[in-house]
């Protein structure tokens, strides 16, 4: 082995960064990109549209659930939606609608903002949002963990089964999903090309 090769497995590798890594600060930074993302979730919520036939209603809280979980990578993603989550079970008016408490049968989509901010987060941190197609890849994966707790949780609350909860909970929601993640696949890589930053 070469000196040049003891040099290299010695050294540490680098830590790979996410947007929020690039802003100047530590602890202040930090807290301060947590209250935002919380408040860009509950701020997202109250775009909401309702359909017919289900509880589940479009909003724009996925959306700002998955570039939270880009932009703040893991711990501060899963803080922010922590943060956003507890608000709003404490009496907080900001969960879709204005509503407040763990009472909707879609509660269980706000528990998976949680775990699908924080799978996003991970991935961002290891060159998920670099690429377009490294982006759509990551914000598939995010969506899908939401998707996995949100459903169970509104099969539970409804008392139906699983053919019934895609119906409400899953298959109106396929095209937003699929804009949601090209319009994150276009703004994410834009903003480390705009950042300069290096992949």
């Not at 100047?24 to 935002?36: E, F, H, I, M, N």
């Not at 998955?66 to 939606?81: D, K, S, V, Y």
Request: glycine share 12%.
């Amino acid at each position: 082995m070469t000196t040049a090769d003891l040099t290299a497995t010695r050294r540490p590798r680098a830590v790979r960064a996410v947007l929020g890594d690039l802003l100047p600060g530590a602890l202040a930074r930090d807290t301060a990109l947590v209250l935002a993302a919380a408040t860009l979730t509950g701020i997202a919520a109250q775009l909401s549209v309702p359909l017919p036939g289900t509880p589940v209603p479009v909003t724009g809280q996925t959306f700002a659930v998955l570039l939270a979980g880009a932009a703040l990578g893991a711990p501060r993603a899963a803080l922010a939606m922590l943060t956003y989550l507890l608000a709003g079970i404490a009496g907080l008016p900001w969960f879709a609608d204005g509503q407040t408490g763990t009472g909707s049968p879609t509660f269980g989509y706000l528990l998976g903002f949680v775990a699908a901010a924080t799978a996003v987060g991970a991935l961002a941190r290891r060159g998920g949002d670099r690429t377009p197609a490294r982006t759509a890849a990551t914000m598939l994966a995010g969506t899908a963990v939401l998707y996995a707790i949100g459903l169970p949780y509104l099969m539970a609350s409804l008392d139906v089964g699983l053919g019934t909860a895609l119906h409400l909970g899953f298959t109106p929601f396929l095209a937003g999903d699929a804009l949601k993640i090209v319009l994150a696949a276009g703004l994410l890589p834009a903003a480390w090309r705009l950042l300069g930053a290096r992949r």
